[in-house]
């Protein structure tokens, strides 16, 4: 009889977890160019505070607010001939980025932002 009450038990906290479910979220992120660009990174901080980075390589995004708005922005223009590889952030301001050249000479590249910005 236990362990017919355990795993009736077990069954209900299970079904208590299906319940769970994914919720869309627009970035509503625009190129500065003012098209749509797909997303290539994803980095969250916390429910709060998320970066992402599109497709191409040339902009990120960041949400403060959980994803209701977003702030687009260009990398640095010396970084427009290499190719994106990675996005870390630690805080709304403090983000890596990690991007390679291929061309001639293979290397990697760290850019930090202590601002948000550029």
């Not at 906290?13 to 992120?29: D, N, P, R, V, Y």
């Amino acid at each position: 009889m236990k362990k017919f009450f355990t795993i009736l038990a077990a069954c209900m906290l299970m079904s208590l977890s299906m319940k769970a479910q994914w919720i869309q979220t627009l970035t509503g992120q625009k190129s500065i160019s003012g098209q749509s660009d797909l997303i290539n990174a994803i980095s969250v901080v916390n429910d709060n505070v998320i970066w992402i980075q599109d497709q191409s390589g040339n902009e990120f995004s960041i949400t403060l607010d959980g994803g209701k708005t977003w702030t687009t922005k260009g990398f640095p223009v010396l970084t427009q001939n290499l190719e994106f590889a990675d996005l870390t952030a630690v805080t709304d301001k403090v983000a890596y980025a990690v991007l390679s050249q291929s061309s001639g000479t293979f290397m990697h590249r760290i850019y930090k932002t202590t601002d948000g910005q550029k």
